[in-house]
């Protein structure tokens, strides 16, 4: 699976949207990115997947470069129960699990 | 729907003892995972199973075994436990495919 590559922090006021950046420079064509998110270390938790098109669910929207070398992950009006770590990965689409290594995220802090 | 349910959620041990971690899906899901997670750090894969009967290795595999007892359940197993091993230990499922990883809340493991 590519490698991706995060900040390692972010703030956030809140309200306001969230924008948070991944790199993936090195995803292949099969490669979907995944967004999760763990709050105050329980188990992490799925937002949102996609291949090439910008996808949006009832948490977030995710935007992925024409190149697909990097992709964002939205959240619109941030609240303070979003304050998490976020791990963008990349995982291969095939009949048996991939190995997906979660890097140490961006740190997202919603401030009042 | 449970979903994921691991057990013990807390675990001390000393050095040298052994231990199954236990793990169960009530989703159907083919594929299931072994992560841990060191203070501060991202989750990294210890072993995963693709399917019932199969067990592949993931990043971090040396001091660990894996069985896929069934379709539901898959365990981790320290055969003599090391210090180096104190982590907070996650356990995920998911289908086939582009299917995201649901996870379990963890069991906090230390070893003396």
């Known amino acids: 699976d590519a490698k991706t590559t995060q900040p390692t922090s972010m703030d956030c006021a809140e309200g306001r949207a969230a924008n948070l950046p991944c790199n993936h420079s090195t995803i292949s064509g099969n490669e979907y990115v995944y967004w999760y998110r763990q709050i105050h270390s329980q188990g992490p938790q799925y937002i949102i997947h996609g291949l090439k098109n910008n996808e949006t669910n009832e948490m977030a929207s995710l935007i992925i470069t024409e190149d697909r070398k990097s992709s964002t992950l939205i959240l619109p009006h941030a609240t303070l129960r979003d304050t998490a770590v976020y791990y963008c990965i990349v995982r291969v689409y095939n009949t048996n699990a991939g190995k997906s290594t979660f890097g140490d995220g961006t740190t997202l802090t919603v401030k009042p | 729907n449970a979903g994921v349910t691991q057990t013990p959620k807390f675990q001390v041990l000393k050095t040298g003892q052994s231990m199954t971690l236990q793990c169960a899906q009530d989703?159907?899901?083919?594929?299931m995972y072994w992560y841990r997670q060191d203070p501060g750090m991202g989750l990294r894969l210890i072993y995963y199973?693709?399917?019932?009967?199969?067990?592949d290795k993931g990043e971090v595999p040396n001091g660990y075994n894996v069985s896929r007892l069934n379709k539901r359940e898959f365990s981790l197993r320290l055969e003599s436990a090391a210090p180096s091993q104190t982590s907070v230990y996650f356990c995920?499922?998911?289908?086939?495919?582009?299917?995201?990883?649901?996870f379990g809340d963890g069991t906090r493991l230390s070893i003396l």
């Open positions: 995920a499922s998911s289908e086939e495919g582009v299917q995201p990883q649901h």
């Open positions: 989703m159907n899901h083919n594929s």
């Open positions: 199973s693709a399917s019932e009967g199969t067990t």
